[in-house]
């Protein structure tokens, strides 16, 4: 079970913290990722986490403004997002999987529940 905190509103320019947590199991094992999805869109990735080097990944359009970044003490993921604009607004959801970095949101075994992140322009 995962669940995400964070989201909230904000205006443009403005920052968020987004962070994942594991009920019941470690993420330090787990490859994360951080899922978007706006109204009448496919869920894209947006950054996502190795487990075994934590290498990053960190789709084109978010690149410079938002950092991906693991805390195996907390087994918490968090999604730090600076410069936020108006084309962020989206559902944001978490997912793991045991293998690797993997752009579908088939590659992942489980999700969160999502948290709701509007930017105001």
């Known amino acids: 079970q995962l669940v995400e905190s964070g989201g909230g509103l904000v205006q443009a320019g403005g920052s968020l913290r987004l962070s994942c947590e594991a009920s019941?199991?470690?993420?330090?094992?787990?490859?994360v990722g951080w899922f978007r999805q706006a109204p009448g869109k496919d869920r894209e990735l947006v950054a996502a986490?190795?487990?075994?080097?934590?290498?990053?990944y960190h789709t084109d359009s978010v690149k410079g403004r938002f950092t991906i970044a693991r805390d195996n003490a907390r087994s918490t993921v968090y999604l730090q997002m600076n410069s936020l604009k108006a084309e962020d607004t989206a559902v944001y959801y978490c997912?793991?999987?045991?293998?690797?970095?993997?752009?579908?949101?088939?590659?992942?075994?489980?999700w969160g529940q999502g948290t709701q992140v509007t930017v105001s322009s």
């Open positions: 997912a793991a999987n045991r293998f690797g970095v993997v752009t579908s949101t088939s590659g992942y075994d489980h």
């Open positions: 019941g199991r470690t993420l330090s094992t787990y490859t």
């Open positions: 986490i190795k487990w075994s080097d934590s290498t990053t």
